[in-house]
């Protein structure tokens, strides 16, 4: 690998984070919108734990869409951006990092924003939760804390680096 000012471990699970992300949000694209129908383990509705595993319920609701774009789309568009922001954060001068970095964790928390928001519209308002949703919101969730750890802890490598030296 290139030298990082990442640690690899961080580099490593960021990057892991995003694709399984984008990878979940792909396979709702092309089954949904292209193949027009429900994506794999999504056909019959199950009880869970007092929760409904009910992919068409979630997917299919008026709350899938930001006006005309599916949610999907825009969740693929953020797992890329994502891998975007790490791989240039990972190989770019101090400077660029460190601007890199901080516009990176406020993408973070816009998306553990719209994370809370969509959990409470699968659990409170439908009633019912998408396994490929969970596994989006779950990359989401630890993509945050690991970008939180890299900014705020002492033995971030990368806060080593780029943050305490500027």
Not at 21 to 48: D, R
Not at 49 to 57: D, E, F, H, I
Not at 132 to 156: E, P, Q, R
Request: glycine share 4%.
């Amino acid at each position: 690998m290139l030298k990082s000012r990442m640690s690899s471990r961080d580099f490593l699970i960021l990057i892991v984070m995003s694709l399984i992300g984008l990878a979940s949000s792909i396979i709702v694209i092309i089954e949904l919108y292209i193949v027009h129908s429900l994506p794999p383990y999504c056909k019959v509705p199950v009880t869970f734990g007092g929760s409904v595993l009910n992919c068409a319920k979630v997917l299919l609701s008026p709350y899938a869409n930001v006006g005309p774009v599916s949610l999907d789309f825009l969740a693929a568009a953020w797992f890329i951006i994502n891998i975007i922001f790490v791989i240039s954060i990972a190989l770019s001068s101090k400077r660029t990092a460190k601007k890199v970095l901080d516009v990176m964790f406020v993408w973070r928390f816009f998306g553990i924003i719209v994370v809370g928001y969509l959990l409470f519209l699968e659990f409170i308002v439908l009633h019912a939760i998408c396994i490929y949703c969970t596994a989006m919101h779950i990359c989401i969730i630890i993509d945050f804390a690991v970008v939180s750890y890299i900014l705020f802890s002492k033995s971030s490598k990368i806060r080593r680096d780029i943050i305490s030296q500027s």
